[in-house]
């Protein structure tokens, strides 16, 4: 893991983090519409609007990602951050390179003054589940829904 930098998304991140988007929805067993992805990811990225992303590079070359927004949870009425996905290439796993976003995920929790952070994974995503249960998370028994707005009449 040396050399291993943890830092904001960039413009020239760009083409690299399609690609994880690409390879992490491949993984999931999931596709994702690519067009006008990029374009939408270089405005986000520039002008500092949702969502806040993080590449892991190693020797200069991204190796993978974290993206996090804020949320609210009504029970408790508070925000908190949600990390919204987490990927890294298959040959950064196991290197401690997750826990360092992770980490940075932690730290920008801390910087909005947010109390805890939250996410998710399939089910069958077994690796991850362990490796976030090492890290001392709390697993959650929900089912996630998503309706599609612009389908219904």
Same mark, same amino acid.
């Given at each position: 893991?040396?050399?291993?930098? #943890?830092?904001? @998304?960039? %413009?020239?991140?760009?083409?690299?983090? $399609?690609?994880?988007?690409? @390879?992490?929805?491949?993984?999931?067993?999931?596709?994702?519409?690519?067009?006008?992805?990029?374009?939408?990811?270089?405005?986000?990225?520039?002008?500092?609007?949702? /969502?806040?992303?993080? #590449?892991?590079?190693?020797?200069?070359?991204? $190796?993978?990602?974290? %993206?996090?927004?804020?949320?609210?949870?009504?029970?408790?009425? @508070? /925000?908190?951050?949600?990390?919204?996905?987490?990927?890294?290439?298959?040959?950064?796993?196991?290197?401690? $390179?997750?826990?360092?976003?992770? %980490?940075?995920? #932690?730290?920008? @929790?801390?910087?909005?003054?947010?109390?805890?952070?939250?996410?998710?994974?399939?089910? %069958?995503?077994?690796?991850?589940?362990?490796?976030?249960?090492?890290?001392?998370?709390?697993?959650?028994?929900? #089912?996630?829904?998503?309706?599609?707005?612009?389908?219904?009449?």
């Amino acid at each position: 893991m040396s050399g291993l930098i #943890v830092r904001r @998304a960039r %413009s020239d991140d760009v083409l690299a983090l $399609v690609g994880f988007f690409q @390879a992490h929805a491949e993984y999931e067993g999931a596709r994702i519409d690519t067009a006008g992805l990029a374009e939408r990811l270089e405005k986000a990225i520039e002008t500092g609007e949702w /969502p806040w992303i993080v #590449v892991a590079e190693e020797g200069g070359i991204p $190796v993978g990602y974290a %993206s996090f927004n804020r949320e609210f949870n009504t029970w408790r009425m @508070a /925000p908190y951050l949600h990390m919204d996905c987490l990927y890294l290439q298959p040959d950064a796993r196991g290197r401690g $390179v997750g826990q360092e976003l992770v %980490s940075a995920g #932690v730290l920008l @929790a801390r910087q909005l003054g947010l109390e805890h952070m939250e996410w998710h994974t399939p089910v %069958s995503n077994e690796g991850a589940i362990r490796f976030y249960q090492r890290l001392g998370a709390e697993a959650l028994e929900k #089912v996630r829904f998503k309706w599609r707005i612009q389908e219904r009449s």
